[in-house]
């Protein structure tokens, strides 16, 4: 009815207004709470009044979520450029090879995009709960978890950045739990992930094992070209004896 709804509104109004005069981590913590003891709990028959404090809190929130999600894209993006060549590598460690100063600027791009994800996950979560709880689908996070995955898939299949690739996918496992099929994905891209750094191990032993062999088999090719020459050095050593002694028995005749 009409006063059951301005009891409703009235009810809401005054928490919302409490918890504004909290400091903002308190803040955060209070939503959080209430959304995994309550919303987040089926067997909690919480009404509307909780939801009602969340959807305040998500206006609340929602100009900082925007702002992470702003600083990762363009993150995404620089990542996306140092990968196609279009944008230049910084002068960090200059005495290494190319490639080494590439994955490196990557790996220092890739964990800030993870650092300002998990802040994101600090204020998103209470939201992500509560769509949850409704089987409901965030389509924004969604959309952000799935440019974030694209880009941990082009790092490996442009570059093989294994570690850095795994990386991603473990943080993206653990800030979208919330969305399943989403998880499944990642689970399956970090298994493939595990058999390819496996296998790359393997083949750097193998690589690790012929290098030695190499260099044995040089070893005993120069010790059996030593063992040719020592019969013709004798040969000559006895030769050079023979003459020295002809010169002294000369010497000794005159």
């Not at 944008?87 to 300002?116: F, P």
């Not at 924004?140 to 850095?164: H, M, P, V, W």
Request: glycine share 4%; charged share 25%; net charge negative.
């Amino acid at each position: 009815s009409a006063e059951l709804q301005k009891i409703r509104e009235y009810i809401s109004h005054v928490i919302t207004e409490k918890v504004q005069s909290f400091p903002n981590k308190h803040r955060i913590d209070f939503h959080t709470l209430i959304a995994e003891k309550c919303i987040a709990d089926s067997s909690y028959n919480d009404g509307v009044i909780i939801e009602d404090i969340i959807n305040q809190y998500e206006i609340f929130v929602q100009s900082m979520l925007e702002l992470k999600e702003t600083g990762i894209r363009k993150l995404i993006n620089d990542v996306r450029l140092l990968i196609s060549g279009e944008r230049n590598i910084s002068n960090i460690g200059q005495n290494i090879s190319y490639d080494e100063r590439l994955q490196k600027e990557i790996r220092i791009n890739v964990d800030a995009i993870l650092h300002t994800l998990k802040d994101w996950d600090v204020y998103a979560h209470p939201i992500q709960l509560r769509d949850t709880a409704r089987g409901y689908i965030n389509t924004n996070s969604q959309k952000l978890a799935n440019e974030i995955r694209d880009l941990g898939i082009l790092i490996y299949n442009e570059k093989g950045y294994t570690e850095i690739s795994l990386k991603i996918s473990k943080i993206l496992k653990s800030v979208f739990a919330e969305l399943p099929e989403f998880v499944d994905k990642v689970s399956n891209d970090e298994r493939i992930l595990n058999e390819n750094k496996a296998q790359e191990a393997l083949d750097k032993l193998r690589e690790q094992n012929r290098q030695v062999a190499v260099v044995q088999q040089q070893k005993r090719n120069a010790g059996s070209n030593l063992k040719g020459c020592l019969p013709i050095l004798g040969g000559i050593a006895i030769y050079i004896a023979l003459f020295l002694l002809m010169v002294g028995l000369s010497e000794c005749s005159s």
